[in-house]
Every structure is written in structure tokens, then in C-alpha cells.
């Protein structure tokens, strides 16, 4: 079955709660995360086939006064929703690679292109609490793959101006591993 994910993140927190309530009222679909973010902000990622997302996603866009960023992803890759629930597989052998955006939106569109682009496991997906409303995504593989899986992701990421930092360890110290892949 195919799914997709949308995502809207809400200028404030009331009108955000309020829209996702309209959303997920107007369609069949799941609340994958629901976050209050810094600084006042509030998010909300959906999943369901892609024309329940479409229709969820166009009720919010009746707000889009209040809308600061917004996607939908068609057929996202697996290992984006395992992230979502920290389910992940981790070679501690292989390369870790460290993307950071200003933006939650753009960060969970860089996964799937991380994922899809090389043989790239997603680990963390960090979304705005903590980080000053910034974005990381943390992910592992072989040193090509990961290197492959970064050049896309961050020329993605540019093109939209939201790039803060990237990072390649072609093999991290076990402290590292454990520190903050947790």
C-alpha cells in the first residue's frame, strides 16, 4: 500500500492545534508527531494514502497565513518512519553522517533523499526541541554510500537556502556511537 507523509509547521501553537484538528477530521489519517516547538511554533506530521494526505494537507492550506513551512512526500522510505519510532539498524563499523538545518520540514525531505539516494540507514531524526527550532539528521553506512547520500542531501538542502552544517565520520569511537545515536 502506498503512503505518504505531510508535515505543516504552524507559526503559533493555538491555531496550529486547531488546524491539525480540522486536518485529520477531513481525511483518513495518522498523527505520526505532534510537537510544540521552539520558538512558540507547533508541528504536526501526518501519514495515510497519499489523496487522504493531499486532502488533509489542502484543509490546512485554508490557514496558510499561519503556515510557515509545509510537504508532502509521496512514498516516503521505510527507514524515515522507523527513525520516527527510534527503530534503526546501526553498524557501528560503518560511517555517521550529521546534517543540520533551520527547518523541520526540510530535514525529513533530506532523509528520504539520504535513504533513497545510497544504501543509508536513518538513525535520529531531531526536530526543533533543543535545537532552537533547527533540525539533524543523523544516519549511517558505508563511507561511499555515505558520502553519496550526503552530496544529495545537502545540495537539496542548499537549493532551499536551510543548510546550517554537514558531517561525514568515516568510523566514530564507541563513545561517540553511544553518546548520540541514544
Not at 505531510?6 to 477530521?25: H, P, Q, R, S, Y
Not at 504536526?44 to 486532502?55: D, E, M, P
Not at 533540525?135 to 553519496?148: C, T, W
Amino acid at each position: 500500500m502506498e503512503y505518504a507523509l505531510g508535515m505543516v509547521e504552524f507559526k503559533n501553537i493555538a491555531m496550529g492545534i486547531t488546524v491539525t484538528d480540522l486536518m485529520v477530521k477531513s481525511s483518513q489519517v495518522k498523527i505520526v508527531k505532534s510537537l510544540i516547538t521552539c520558538p512558540g511554533k507547533y508541528m504536526v506530521i501526518i501519514r495515510g494514502k497519499l489523496s487522504a494526505v493531499n486532502a488533509a494537507m489542502e484543509k490546512s492550506n485554508e490557514y496558510k497565513e499561519i503556515i510557515t513551512d509545509y510537504f508532502i512526500l509521496g512514498n516516503p522510505h521505510e527507514s524515515v518512519f522507523n527513525a520516527f519510532d527510534s527503530k534503526y539498524e546501526n553498524n557501528k563499523d560503518e560511517a555517521l553522517g550529521i546534517i543540520e538545518t533551520y527547518s523541520v520540514p526540510c530535514i525529513i525531505e533530506a532523509a528520504d533523499i539520504i535513504a533513497k539516494t545510497a544504501r543509508c540507514y536513518i538513525l535520529k531524526i531531531k526536530m526543533a526541541r533543543e535545537l532552537g527550532g533547527k533540525a539533524l539528521v543523523l544516519f549511517s553506512g558505508e563511507i561511499a554510500a555515505v558520502e553519496a547520500s550526503t552530496k544529495a542531501a545537502v545540495k537539496y538542502i542548499s537549493e532551499k537556502d536551510k543548510l546550517v552544517s554537514n558531517s561525514i565520520i568515516a568510523s566514530p569511537d564507541q563513545m561517540v556511537w553511544d553518546a548520540v545515536v541514544k
